[in-house]
């Protein structure tokens, strides 16, 4: 009789041993057959999964999640302290493990399905080839601004809102803050390419505001031909200084950017929201002081100054949007227009804190709003002239050359990639080279870039003894061919 207790004693502790295995294993491991098993005894119809779910449609996937999120604690995203509420960012975070399969078995109670799954070799969601194979792919590490400047080409053409063009073949891009970005590219550039957001902060769009913003707008309001009435904001007051921040940075973190780009970065608002502008400039510096204190050296706060040289942030931003306006859409631009150009990009390769990000937006002769008219020899020679300017005076110039804003009511710069944009000769070798006000080039590896603003030819004399003549107000763009340059025709 005592033998036979041992005996089994001695099976009830093998077979708890064995229980505790299969259930640590299964707690380890969700096999697809199990989970299968599990939603089918619970209502739903989501197919059976086998080794070839990776290759299965997005539709599939979309009842998977349907399934699974009944299972799944449902919370919100963000909050209005950081302008970002997203109701549906649960969903995006359901991935099956062994918490959420528990959750589902122990809701079947007595109808829980007995466990199959077992082996190497049977297709299972954790630490196996599904595993999260129906989710989003992680995003690719990400580079600093400065490892992204290394890649940079001779020209650098970059994009400025405007949602109909694809990002592909663009340096640097900005879109609106609200919402996810609408742009995500997945060509070789991606890495690459310095991307930011465009955060409004000196006003909010009445029917679209951001989460939190309603209890820092004023009554005062005005209209602007894209956006339709907008209440302006209180930018004096700290608490919206430091709401605005934590929505920015927020913003940043959750679309992966490289920072901010402020429109309306100038003292000019004043008339909009009735503060002085002193009031405002001190509102800016706030602003400025306490974002850079939040992301350090790295982050991009780059400024829509139009023509103007800042000089109340420029200690704190790292970046300028030239927005170059000009009253009438029938002529480009004049030589004065050209020479206080010249002394912008001037001032901010001078004055920005590193790495200086200066884009350039020349805004074109209008006709019409065919890609014909844009490529109009006219143009051409501006866009080359403002081209050259960016290149050769900026360490980090870039350029967009497109449509006035009163071209069309809706849409901000549409525009062509020009050809000469592809123009390489390498990195630079020199910096600016200034031959007289007006005149100046630049070495490059394999040939140089010079611009003349003049009304008047000029003479350049290269290191190398090279002479080259550069035509009025056109830019020059040439590569070395042994002995002599060939060089690009001026229009």
């Not at 399969?101 to 080839?129: C, H, M, Q, T």
């Not at 790295?298 to 931003?317: E, F």
Request: positive net charge; hydrophobic residues 30%; aromatic residues 10%.
């Amino acid at each position: 009789m005592k033998q036979f207790i041992q005996h089994i004693l001695v099976a009830t502790i093998f077979l708890i041993s064995f229980n505790h295995s299969v259930s640590s294993e299964n707690n380890q491991r969700v096999y697809a057959v199990d989970l299968e098993a599990h939603l089918s005894a619970a209502g739903y119809k989501v197919g059976k999964f086998d080794g070839e779910w990776e290759k299965k449609d997005g539709t599939r996937m979309l009842y998977l999640k349907k399934a699974l999120k009944k299972y799944v604690p449902k919370k919100k995203y963000g909050s209005e302290n950081n302008c970002i509420i997203d109701k549906d960012a649960w969903l995006k975070d359901i991935k099956i493990t062994a918490e959420l399969f528990n959750a589902i078995r122990a809701s079947l109670g007595d109808k829980a399905p007995p466990l199959k799954g077992k082996g190497e070799d049977s297709p299972y969601f954790i630490k196996g080839v599904l595993s999260n194979s129906w989710a989003n792919p992680p995003p690719p590490s990400k580079k600093s601004v400065f490892e992204k400047l290394k890649a940079r080409k001779t020209i650098n053409p970059y994009k400025a809102w405007n949602y109909h063009r694809p990002v592909n073949g663009y340096g640097l891009y900005w879109e609106s803050g609200l919402g996810n970005p609408r742009h995500k590219s997945i060509d070789n550039e991606r890495e690459n390419r310095v991307s930011l957001l465009s955060v409004e902060w000196h006003a909010s769009m009445i029917k679209k505001p951001y989460p939190g913003i309603k209890k820092y707008l004023s009554k005062r309001y005005f209209v602007e031909m894209e956006h339709g009435k907008r209440l302006a904001t209180k930018i004096i007051d700290p608490n919206f200084q430091d709401y605005i921040v934590n929505c920015m940075v927020s913003r940043m973190e959750q679309n992966q950017t490289d920072g901010i780009m402020f429109d309306w970065w100038h003292d000019d608002i004043n008339r909009y929201n009735g503060y002085s502008k002193n009031q405002v400039r001190k509102a800016r510096i706030a602003i400025a002081k306490k974002f850079r204190k939040r992301v350090g050296t790295n982050g991009i706060l780059l400024g829509n100054v139009n023509w103007r040289k800042d000089k109340a942030t420029v200690d704190y931003i790292n970046g300028v949007f030239l927005e170059l306006t000009k009253k009438s859409t029938k002529r480009v631009y004049s030589t004065s227009e050209l020479k206080k150009i010249e002394g912008i990009l001037n001032y901010y390769e001078k004055n920005l804190q590193p790495p200086k990000l200066v884009t350039l937006a020349g805004w074109r002769k209008t006709k019409d709003l065919t890609d014909e008219d844009r490529n109009t020899p006219e143009n051409r020679k501006m866009a080359k002239l403002l081209t050259a300017m960016s290149v050769v005076i900026n360490t980090n110039g870039y350029i967009l050359y497109g449509d006035n804003n009163s071209d069309e009511k809706k849409g901000d710069y549409a525009h062509i990639l020009y050809d000469f944009y592809s123009f390489d000769i390498g990195k630079p070798t020199s910096g600016y080279t200034k031959v007289k006000a007006g005149v100046g080039y630049k070495e490059h590896k394999q040939g140089f870039i010079a611009y003349n603003i003049t009304n008047k030819s000029q003479k350049i004399t290269r290191a190398n003894g090279q002479k080259h003549q550069v035509e009025a107000k056109s830019g020059l763009f040439c590569k070395d061919a042994g002995s002599k340059a060939q060089c690009l025709s001026i229009d």
